[in-house]
């Protein structure tokens, strides 16, 4: 578990008064093993034509995706301060315009995944061996633009394409009925269902997968908690956008440390 | 006459053999005309699916990974249906595409209002990389396809299923560049696309009344020609917009923008103000709404009535 990056999270957040941490808790685990370990990339040169793409669809979980961009060098420390600040290119979703290694502007949910879709096509079509994650919430995957893009992503045999479902159990909140790996493997995804907090679950599968330009597309569920990693955050209530105060902030550090 | 449909393909045929960068999707419309741009362009051409959000933004996809897409459907499904994900995808996002409609205003006029759209070139025009096009005819949309398709920007053709008949000079068809279609001194008649037939076919009838027509055609909404208008109006003082399009954000609106430190200008619009409920053809629809000839000149008597030789 990435306790130093959750700390920033927590700090950037606090700063700015603006943020999702639990959502983000939920997922920086993810997005740092990616960077970490499977994604292909030059800090220096994002916009490099080999590189591969993560694309957050679930922007509101964005401190996650900038505090693992710091610590790859996208983006310096003094982003993170000036965060949700007019002076800054961080903001409470990020911004592909602005932010160096944000590969889709996202907000509103079932966006970035037909991005990813179209992009995966694009690079097939020309190609192009780059990979393409997409991470987006079980909560998003009420949009029917998921669902249109999971059938089309199969039909199409996208096999350069992987699509990664925070499966936090915030969607089971409004619709019980939430057997998300029945269905992707019935839209004819490979799925795969893992601890998404846990390295050697993630060291398991990710690295096992076999990219392709055409053949299936994978969908990896992640098992999660949203606030994973301290107490008084976890679960789904008042915090979901909720600014610590200065003793809250205290009380995260310490339980993180 | 080739319809404008035709020419959509045909221009998808001759644009993609020499530019290996387009790629085409729709939304299981114009599937078997599209088969010889489809043959000549293989891996290309994609028959997406009825998901329409989901096209429009794969197109903002395609071009981040360097294509040139083109989308293709009916027009409410497109940017009614689709506009958040024009707005935030493509607009947002800073990415471009071309997105080439049928069905216009009511062309499927026996299907009802679900196939209509009105309000599409004022969704399109709040953005200001857009560019909408309302061509009427097929040398109007190959010519202005292969100027803009290219340019990074939003492009967003509205196709009529009606041509208007005017055979213009190839010359004249420049993106952004209203035509002066015919010189008068009384009165300006603005008008787009397929209502470039009422406008001429009004000639004889207004001139019967004594009144000299001048005729602007606007193929380009967006950017507007805001200079050609402001000279004819000097002249004539009266305005007449004739729009399949939303009279609450139409060409009139433009028309109203582009004279305004005239003063004195007297204006006319003849548009669509809400759901066009019942069915029937093209022309029924059209003779309902004053989208015609005779509908011209009922206008202006009650509008302009001192434009007539038996009131001067």
């Known amino acids: 578990m990435n306790s130093n990056l959750r700390k920033t999270i927590a700090q950037i957040v606090h700063h700015s008064k603006e943020?999702?941490?639990?959502?983000?808790?939920?997922?920086?685990?993810?997005?740092?093993?990616?960077?970490?370990?499977?994604?292909?990339?030059?800090?220096?040169?994002?916009?490099?034509?080999?590189?591969?793409?993560?694309?957050?669809?679930?922007?509101?979980?964005?401190?996650?995706?900038?505090?693992?961009?710091?610590?790859?060098?996208?983006?310096?420390?003094?982003?993170?301060?000036?965060?949700?600040?007019?002076?800054?290119?961080?903001?409470?979703?990020?911004?592909?315009?602005?932010?160096?290694?944000?590969?889709?502007?996202?907000?509103?949910?079932?966006?970035?995944?037909?991005?990813?879709?179209?992009?995966?096509?694009?690079?097939?079509?020309?190609?192009?061996?780059?990979?393409?994650?997409?991470?987006?919430?079980?909560?998003?995957?009420?949009?029917?633009?998921?669902?249109?893009?999971?059938?089309?992503?199969?039909?199409?045999?996208?096999?350069?394409?992987?699509?990664?479902?925070?499966?936090?159990?915030?969607?089971?909140?409004?619709?019980?009925?939430?057997d998300l790996p029945a269905r992707w493997r019935a839209f004819g995804?490979?799925?795969?269902?893992?601890?998404?907090?846990?390295?050697?679950?993630?060291?398991?599968?990710?690295?096992?997968?076999?990219?392709?330009?055409?053949?299936?597309?994978?969908?990896?569920?992640?098992?999660?908690?949203?606030?994973?990693?301290v107490s008084f955050l976890e679960g789904h209530g008042i915090w979901h956008h909720r600014i610590p105060t200065s003793e809250e902030l205290h009380q995260i550090d310490l339980e993180l440390s | 006459m080739k319809k404008l449909r035709n020419e959509f393909a045909d221009t998808m045929l001759e644009v993609g053999s020499a530019d290996p960068r387009l790629v085409v999707m729709v939304g299981d419309i114009s599937h078997g005309i599209l088969q010889p741009y489809a043959k000549a362009c293989p891996g290309r051409y994609y028959n997406v699916g009825i998901c329409e959000?989901?096209?429009?933004?794969?197109?903002?996809?395609?071009?981040?990974?360097?294509?040139?897409?083109?989308?293709?459907?009916?027009?409410?499904?497109?940017?009614?249906?689709?506009?958040?994900?024009?707005?935030?995808?493509?607009?947002?996002?800073?990415?471009?595409?071309?997105?080439?409609?049928?069905?216009?205003?009511?062309?499927y006029g026996q299907l009802g209002c679900s196939h209509h759209c009105y309000a599409d070139v004022s969704l399109m025009s709040h953005f200001k990389r857009a560019q909408v096009f309302v061509p009427g005819s097929p040398k109007e949309f190959n010519a202005l396809f292969k100027q803009v398709y290219s340019q990074n920007k939003i492009n967003y053709f509205r196709l009529t299923e009606f041509n208007h008949g005017v055979d213009l000079d190839l010359t004249q068809i420049k993106a952004g560049k209203a035509i002066r279609i015919k010189e008068g001194n009384h009165l300006t008649i603005v008008t787009t696309g397929s209502q470039l037939k009422s406008a001429m076919d009004a000639i004889p009838l207004l001139q019967n009344e004594g009144i000299d027509p001048e005729i602007l055609y606007y193929h380009t909404i967006k950017p507007f020609d805001f200079n050609t208008l402001l000279d004819s109006v000097t002249k004539t003082g009266h305005v007449m917009t004739v729009e399949e399009l939303s009279a609450h954000d139409g060409i009139f609106n433009q028309v109203i923008k582009s004279s305004v430190q005239i003063g004195g200008v007297q204006y006319s619009q003849i548009a669509i103000n809400d759901f066009v409920h019942g069915y029937g053809s093209y022309q029924d629809l059209?003779?309902?709404?004053?989208?015609?000839?005779?509908?011209?000149?009922?206008?202006?008597?009650?509008?302009?009535?001192?434009l007539l030789k038996s009131n001067r």
């Open chain 2, 53 to 107: 959000p989901t096209i429009v933004n794969m197109a903002a996809g395609l071009n981040k990974s360097g294509l040139i897409p083109v989308v293709h459907t009916i027009a409410p499904f497109i940017i009614e249906r689709a506009y958040e994900q024009i707005k935030l995808d493509l607009g947002y996002q800073n990415l471009d595409a071309n997105l080439i409609s049928v069905g216009s205003a009511f062309d």
């Open chain 1, 189 to 229: 995804w490979e799925t795969h269902v893992i601890d998404g907090h846990s390295k050697e679950d993630m060291d398991k599968t990710f690295p096992k997968l076999k990219f392709s330009l055409e053949g299936r597309p994978k969908a990896i569920i992640c098992k999660t908690i949203k606030g994973k990693g």
């Open chain 1, 19 to 178: 943020g999702h941490i639990p959502s983000s808790y939920s997922i920086v685990d993810i997005i740092n093993y990616l960077y970490e370990n499977i994604l292909s990339f030059d800090c220096q040169n994002p916009n490099l034509d080999s590189r591969d793409y993560f694309i957050l669809s679930k922007g509101h979980g964005c401190a996650a995706l900038y505090v693992v961009l710091e610590k790859f060098g996208f983006i310096s420390a003094k982003d993170l301060e000036q965060y949700g600040s007019p002076s800054g290119i961080l903001g409470g979703h990020p911004d592909m315009t602005k932010v160096p290694g944000a590969e889709a502007s996202t907000g509103s949910l079932g966006h970035g995944f037909p991005t990813a879709l179209g992009l995966a096509l694009g690079l097939r079509i020309q190609n192009n061996n780059n990979k393409i994650f997409c991470l987006m919430g079980d909560g998003e995957c009420h949009e029917g633009t998921i669902w249109e893009s999971a059938n089309v992503g199969a039909n199409q045999h996208l096999g350069n394409l992987c699509a990664i479902i925070d499966w936090n159990q915030s969607a089971a909140q409004l619709l019980p009925e939430d």
């Open chain 2, 286 to 306: 059209c003779t309902r709404l004053d989208l015609s000839p005779q509908g011209i000149l009922k206008n202006i008597k009650s509008d302009f009535p001192h």
